[in-house]
């Protein structure tokens, strides 16, 4: 079975741009988190979806959004980026929703220049 | 969520057991305690999740006292590709799927 998938895995961008990353799940799986990554920072929960529903959310600006489709495939988006949006952003799967099971995506490396 | 505390680092050598204790003295009736690996650049892997007593998979055994107020991640007979960032988490899966991560155990292994 395949496992989650990122995409693209590397994104340079300019202050003040947006960007969309997207998260394929492991297939059958309907829940779909994802967090942010820095050195300063660690692994900090973002949102949560769940049959296209944002179940939950972190303490993150309205900049960053998401949204989950038919098929369990989500995206994020963030607007009007800044540098300390520099980050890994890890995308991770589950089967039931509210599991603490989950599979991670390899991530997108997103450099804010 | 129940806090966790783990030790910053360790150092181990290959061949050797390494045991990782988390310590998490408010955890509810309800939490699950579920360790997590991460390699430089890499997403988190889920290694095991336990309730009490003990669990063993493939890679890890993970031991709970009664008490449920710690638990120890053991990784027998480690080798150079352990060495990563091991993560404790404690919660609640009814409460939502926020895993709350907190700065790991960054363990080294030398030959």
């Known amino acids: 079975k395949a496992g989650v998938t990122q995409t693209p895995r590397y994104l340079i961008k300019t202050r003040g741009q947006q960007v969309t990353l997207s998260c394929s799940p492991i297939?059958?799986?309907?829940?779909v988190s994802w967090y942010q990554q820095t050195p300063g920072q660690g692994l900090q929960f973002l949102f949560e979806?769940?049959?296209?529903?944002?179940?939950n959310k972190g303490n993150f600006p309205g900049r960053f959004s998401g949204r989950q489709f038919s098929n369990s495939r989500s995206e994020m988006n963030v607007s009007t980026l800044e540098l300390g949006d520099s980050a890994l952003y890890l995308c991770?799967?589950?089967?039931?929703?509210?599991?603490?099971?989950?599979?991670f995506g390899p991530g997108t490396r997103l450099t804010v220049t | 969520l129940a806090k966790t505390t783990q030790p910053i680092s360790m150092d181990s050598y290959e061949g050797q057991e390494v045991n990782i204790t988390c310590s998490h003295n408010?955890?509810?009736?309800?939490?699950?305690i579920t360790w997590y690996q991460q390699f430089p650049s890499q997403g988190p892997r889920f290694i095991i999740q336990?309730?009490?007593t003990k669990v063993t998979n493939e890679v890890a055994s993970l031991f709970i006292p009664a008490d449920r107020k710690s638990s120890t991640l053991s990784l027998p007979r480690v080798s150079l590709s352990d060495t990563a960032v091991y993560y404790c988490?404690?919660?609640?899966?009814?409460?939502?799927?926020?895993?709350?991560f907190g700065k790991g155990t960054t363990l080294s292994v030398s030959s």
């Open positions: 991770a799967s589950s089967l039931p929703s509210g599991s603490y099971e989950q599979y």
């Open positions: 297939s059958g799986h309907r829940s």
């Open positions: 979806y769940f049959s296209e529903t944002q179940r």
């Open positions: 408010n955890i509810a009736t309800n939490d699950y």
């Open positions: 336990g309730y009490k």
């Open positions: 988490l404690v919660g609640d899966s009814q409460a939502g799927t926020a895993l709350i």
